[in-house]
């Protein structure tokens, strides 16, 4: 039996954001107003969706979850590249590629061969799924692609001097690669390493408060970390080597024009 909050409830948890506001004020950070606003728009959007949701389980059809699944795409993907500052008219359609691809292999794979519910398109399966793993590849993709020009473009002279030695593109940009491959599964592979010791992770937590069995969970949780670490590689990796041919010119330069 869950425990439901009630909407007073669920709004006086709001009071909490006066503790990070305070500080960030206080340290003259400037997020004040980005904060109270994700917060705001967390919280409408996400009572929008429970809504939403509630008529996708029930109606259950296989095109309206595939549809939903590329809305929740796009949206990540135009996040994708507001926050790395690449232009949207240049990479919307690659990086929109490389999610999609990671995020269709990934969780087909735990659905269709894993769980294998009936229907397979099942909407209480298929969209918090695909949901958790295109989160986690959303902010994967953030950083590895910030991560990726922002080292070629501070260190233009040594990226700019394997060329000259005779390497390929794609040969000078591999230490690149793997910096930013490395800071974007780093924090990953320190969860999975202490998971269960620190912390309760949050669909086996979830499961657990809707009544599911610890056992079943856990089976769940181990699934579902496995898939969205999968996906954060894949997606990184496939999103930097599509991007590529329109973020570099004839001479192996970086265009300036590419960011915003």
């Not at 793997?178 to 924090?187: E, Y």
């Amino acid at each position: 039996m869950i425990v439901d909050m009630d909407m007073i409830s669920t709004l006086s948890m709001f009071a909490l954001l006066l503790i990070p506001i305070g500080i960030f004020i206080y340290l003259q950070m400037g997020l004040v107003k980005e904060t109270i606003i994700s917060a705001v728009r967390m919280a409408v959007q996400l009572l929008l969706v429970g809504v939403y949701l509630k008529y996708i389980f029930r109606l259950n059809n296989g095109w309206v979850n595939l549809a939903w699944v590329l809305v929740m795409m796009i949206a990540a993907n135009a996040s994708i590249l507001g926050k790395t500052g690449l232009k949207r008219r240049l990479f919307f359609w690659r990086t929109l590629a490389g999610i999609a691809a990671s995020t269709f292999i990934v969780s087909g794979w735990f659905i269709l061969v894993a769980i294998r519910p009936e229907p397979f398109y099942d909407a209480r399966y298929m969209v918090p799924i695909i949901g958790m793993i295109l989160g986690n590849c959303q902010r994967s993709n953030v950083m590895s692609l910030e991560r990726f020009y922002s080292g070629i473009r501070k260190n233009e002279q040594e990226f700019m001097t394997y060329l000259m030695l005779g390497a390929s593109l794609n040969e000078a940009v591999r230490p690149y690669l793997r910096t930013a491959l490395k800071a974007t599964v780093n924090p990953s592979i320190s969860t999975m390493a202490t998971m269960g010791i620190v912390s309760l992770p949050g669909m086996m937590t979830g499961q657990i408060l809707g009544g599911a069995l610890p056992m079943p969970a856990i089976k769940y949780q181990i699934g579902i970390m496995i898939c969205i670490f999968t996906a954060m590689v894949i997606a990184a990796v496939v999103n930097i080597l599509l991007s590529l041919p329109v973020a570099f010119d004839d001479h192996q330069r970086v265009k300036p024009e590419i960011f915003q």
